[in-house]
T-cell receptor, first 114, second 114 residues
Framework: AQSVAQPEDQVNVAEGNPLTVKCTYS??????LFWYVQYPNRGLQFLLK??????LVKGSYGFEAEFNKSQTSFHLKKPSALVSDSALYFCAVRDDTGGFKTIFGAGTRLFVKA | GAVVSQHPSRVICKSGTSVKIECRSL??????MFWYRQFPKKSLMLMATSNEGSKATYEQGVEKDKFLINHASLTLSTLTVTSAHPEDSSFYIC??????????FGQGTRLTVV
């Protein structure tokens, strides 16, 4: 069965500092990995995905994530945080067995202080 | 990216009534649509997967007679919450998949049952 863990409920970072939001996963097949961001009372916005290829994936708004197969991790990173990055971030996983069912982590709330 | 429109964005209904939420893929054909429910400050819980022209597949613990899903065309899926009760109040989000590996999300519907 697929599962996703986001070990941190909340991450606090000062504006201009680098940020990391952690994610680990478990799937039976090869993973498709995603990061989404959600602003209050809004749907999800796609940030980036890893399907295959380079382990470092670059996405929207300056975010990137690194796929680490040995550690089954897909941490979200940004070199310099902005106050406007404050939101709820979800890691998600789907396997390649064809079901296309996406499982989400519990979410991590990011607070960026000015 | 592709656009998924969800309507209404907010709805308030009386206990015991039914409410229908629509999910439309505006510029692509969605072979599969997914319905999620999000509790306050919680992650998205997959409720069901629907394929056009066939019955929806519900996740364990989701009452199919309570949450009726219809996927009558490649661009429209509906979720009807029947005989709604206050505990059904939640944020409901749909997503639609095209022929690629990516799913696109609607803006969500805030349901309040009074």
């Amino acid at each position: 069965a697929q599962s996703v863990a986001q070990p941190e409920d909340q991450v606090n970072v000062a504006e201009g500092n680098p940020l990391t939001v952690k994610c680990t996963y478990s799937v039976s097949g090869n993973p498709y990995l995603f990061w989404y961001v959600q602003y209050p009372n809004r749907g999800l916005q796609f940030l980036l995905k890893y399907i295959t290829g380079d382990n470092l994936v670059k996405g929207s708004y300056g975010f990137e994530a690194e796929f680490n197969k040995s550690q089954t991790s897909f941490h979200l990173k940004k070199p310099s945080a902005l106050v406007s990055d404050s939101a709820l971030y979800f890691c998600a996983v789907r396997d390649d067995t064809g079901g296309f069912k996406t499982i989400f982590g519990a979410g991590t709330r990011l607070f960026v202080k000015a | 990216g592709a656009v998924v429109s969800q309507h209404p964005s907010r709805v308030i209904c009386k206990s015991g009534t039914s409410v229908k939420i629509e999910c439309r893929s505006l510029d692509f054909q969605a072979t599969t649509m997914f319905w999620y429910r999000q509790f306050p400050k919680k992650s998205l819980m997959l409720m069901a997967t629907s394929n056009e022209g066939s019955k929806a597949t519900y996740e364990q613990g989701v009452e199919k007679d309570k949450f009726l899903i219809n996927h009558a065309s490649l661009t429209l899926s509906t979720l009807t919450v029947t005989s709604a009760h206050p505990e059904d109040s939640s944020f409901y989000i749909c997503s639609a998949r095209d022929i690629s590996t990516e799913a696109f999300f609607g803006q969500g519907t805030r349901l309040t049952v009074v």
